[in-house]
Structures are given as structure tokens and as C-alpha cells.
């Protein structure tokens, strides 16, 4: 939410101070994404919408002139995921924020170039492989089209930062070690996507807190993957599949009939 978010920010820049390190240098992120964290998936209804909102905004437009390598905003999806949306939901609820957050940021004063290169969104990455390579996909291919209707001069700006959280959702606590073949799958649909951060649950998270075995095993799935798998070493992998770029359009051709239906709504908010 904007209130946390907005404290942990000026945290690290009152850590940075007392170091001696230069804040423009300070390379970071933080989840600052009033309409998830408050109404859509977390349900914590700490201040008004308009409140955290405003505070968000204003730790971007700060951000944007004094730490230029700190993301944000930063959108999330993946709580709606965990809350019982599907994929198409997921991103039409993301982009739809995130249009009207680029709306209210443009109103403070910043140029479209000014911060959407360090604009990142966390989606859901599921064990349906083909339907989240696709998702992801499609991802980047809106965030280009909708980034085109505000005319930015830097090719930077189309660029999505996107990372993935599996949820625990998706994990069973009846035989658990079934559960590490979900969360590869979870890791694979995302490095297959192009996602540049992966986050796992462990394989006993559906019924306890994680213990140091389960972390590690989570952890070396993800480097399996990333060096053994040859997955990364290849741009879009499944790009030019029949299946995979049908999906793709398919996703793509839904969520913008979700957004305009949303926007004819007057926006997500």
C-alpha cells in the first residue's frame, strides 16, 4: 500500500544518508499498489483509496528525480490470482491500474519518459504452462499499444519490467512433494514468458511455515532452470509455436475488450 510503501522508501533513504552513499545511486523496488493491496486482493482497509494513491504518486515523483534507479510504480496482479480472477482478468485489472495511475502521475508534472522505464508489474505464474507463456507474452505486447496513445520519444518506455510470484494457491498440502513439479512448472511458464524476477513458494507452504529445506529446494529450482535448463539463452523460446502465438492473440484480444468495458466504466477506480 502507499502508506508503507512511501515509510520503507524514506527508511532506505534515511540507511543511505547515514552511510555516506549517494541516493541517486540506490537501485530498488517496492510493491506500491493502493488498488491491490487495499480493495482487490489484500482487503486491508487501512486509509481511503484517494489517500494511498496520492501517497504512491508522490513517491514516484520523488523517486523519479531523486533515486532514478528505484522501480516504481510497482503494480500487482497476482493477489487477484490468489483471490480467484483468471489470466485474462489479471491483466486487464493490472493495465487498467496502471492507465489510470500514468494518467495521474502525467498530471503531476512528469513527461511519459520521465517514469515509465522504471514502471514494473508482478503477475500470477501458474502451473498452466502455455496459457502463462502466453500471458506473459501478451503482457508486454498491451503495455507497448498502450504506451503508444502517450507518445513517448524514448524506446525505453515500452519496455515492461515484469516479475512473477507463483502462489501458494496452487499448491496441495496432501502429499506436498507433488508440489515441487507445480512450482517448476510455476518457474518454467515464467522464464519461458520472459519474466526478468522469480518468486516461489516452497513446496510445504499449503500447510506450514516454509523450513530451510523447502526454501533451498525453491531456490535450487530456480537455478536449475536458469543453468541447466538452456531457457534463458533463448529471446521468446516458444515464439512462432501455432498453440502458443494463437493464446497469445486470443489473451491479448480479451483483455482489451475487459479494458474497454472497464473504461467505459470510468476507469478501475
Same mark, same amino acid.
Given at each position: 500500500? =502507499?502508506?508503507?510503501?512511501?515509510?520503507?522508501?524514506?527508511?532506505?533513504?534515511?540507511? /543511505?544518508?547515514?552511510?555516506?552513499?549517494?541516493?541517486?545511486?540506490?537501485?530498488?523496488?517496492?510493491?506500491?499498489?493502493?488498488?491491490?493491496?487495499?480493495?482487490?486482493?489484500? $482487503?486491508?482497509?487501512?486509509?481511503?483509496?484517494?489517500? %494511498?494513491?496520492?501517497?504512491?504518486?508522490?513517491?514516484?515523483?520523488?523517486?523519479?528525480?531523486?533515486?532514478?534507479?528505484?522501480? /516504481?510504480?510497482?503494480?500487482?496482479?497476482?493477489?487477484?490470482?490468489?483471490? =480467484?480472477?483468471?489470466?485474462?482478468?489479471?491483466?486487464?485489472?493490472?493495465?487498467? &491500474?496502471?492507465?489510470?495511475?500514468?494518467?495521474?502521475?502525467?498530471?503531476? =508534472?512528469?513527461?511519459?519518459?520521465?517514469?515509465?522505464?522504471?514502471? @514494473?508489474?508482478?503477475?500470477?505464474? $501458474?502451473?498452466?504452462?502455455?496459457?502463462?507463456?502466453? &500471458?506473459?507474452?501478451?503482457?508486454?505486447?498491451?503495455? @507497448?499499444?498502450?504506451?503508444?496513445?502517450?507518445?513517448?520519444?524514448?524506446?525505453?518506455?515500452?519496455?515492461? /519490467?515484469?516479475?512473477?510470484?507463483?502462489? =501458494?494457491?496452487?499448491?496441495?498440502?496432501?502429499?506436498?512433494?507433488?508440489?515441487? @513439479?507445480?512450482?517448476?512448472?510455476?518457474?518454467?511458464?515464467?522464464?519461458?514468458?520472459?519474466?526478468?524476477?522469480?518468486?516461489?513458494?516452497?513446496?510445504?507452504?499449503?500447510?506450514?511455515?516454509?523450513?530451510?529445506?523447502? %526454501?533451498?529446494?525453491?531456490?535450487?529450482?530456480? %537455478?536449475?532452470?536458469?543453468?541447466?535448463?538452456?531457457?534463458?539463452?533463448?529471446?521468446?523460446?516458444?515464439? $512462432?509455436?501455432?498453440?502458443?502465438?494463437?493464446?497469445?492473440?486470443?489473451?491479448?484480444?480479451?483483455?482489451?475488450?475487459?479494458?474497454?468495458?472497464?473504461?467505459?466504466?470510468?476507469?478501475?477506480?
Amino acid at each position: 500500500p =502507499g502508506l508503507s510503501s512511501a515509510i520503507s522508501y524514506c527508511q532506505y533513504l534515511v540507511a /543511505t544518508n547515514e552511510l555516506g552513499i549517494d541516493s541517486s545511486k540506490l537501485l530498488g523496488s517496492n510493491l506500491n499498489d493502493p488498488y491491490d493491496s487495499i480493495f482487490c486482493g489484500l $482487503g486491508l482497509h487501512t486509509q481511503p483509496l484517494e489517500i %494511498q494513491t496520492r501517497l504512491s504518486c508522490d513517491l514516484t515523483v520523488y523517486a523519479r528525480r531523486h533515486t532514478p534507479r528505484w522501480y /516504481t510504480p510497482v503494480l500487482v496482479g497476482f493477489n487477484q490470482r490468489e483471490a =480467484g480472477v483468471d489470466a485474462i482478468h489479471e491483466l486487464a485489472f493490472v493495465f487498467s &491500474k496502471a492507465c489510470d495511475y500514468i494518467d495521474t502521475v502525467l498530471d503531476r =508534472g512528469l513527461s511519459i519518459d520521465d517514469f515509465t522505464s522504471r514502471f @514494473a508489474v508482478h503477475l500470477y505464474s $501458474g502451473v498452466d504452462l502455455f496459457e502463462e507463456v502466453a &500471458k506473459f507474452r501478451a503482457a508486454r505486447r498491451i503495455w @507497448a499499444k498502450l504506451l503508444k496513445r502517450y507518445g513517448p520519444k524514448n524506446p525505453s518506455s515500452y519496455k515492461l /519490467t515484469l516479475g512473477s510470484y507463483m502462489g =501458494g494457491s496452487s499448491l496441495t498440502k496432501e502429499q506436498p512433494l507433488n508440489n515441487i @513439479a507445480r512450482v517448476t512448472l510455476g518457474a518454467l511458464s515464467a522464464s519461458l514468458g520472459g519474466v526478468q524476477t522469480i518468486f516461489l513458494p516452497c513446496y510445504d507452504e499449503a500447510y506450514a511455515l516454509p523450513t530451510e529445506l523447502s %526454501q533451498r529446494t525453491s531456490l535450487r529450482v530456480q %537455478q536449475i532452470i536458469a543453468y541447466e535448463s538452456g531457457t534463458p539463452k533463448v529471446i521468446d523460446p516458444l515464439g $512462432g509455436s501455432y498453440y502458443v502465438e494463437h493464446l497469445t492473440n486470443e489473451i491479448e484480444r480479451e483483455v482489451f475488450a475487459l479494458m474497454n468495458k472497464i473504461e467505459s466504466m470510468d476507469g478501475f477506480e
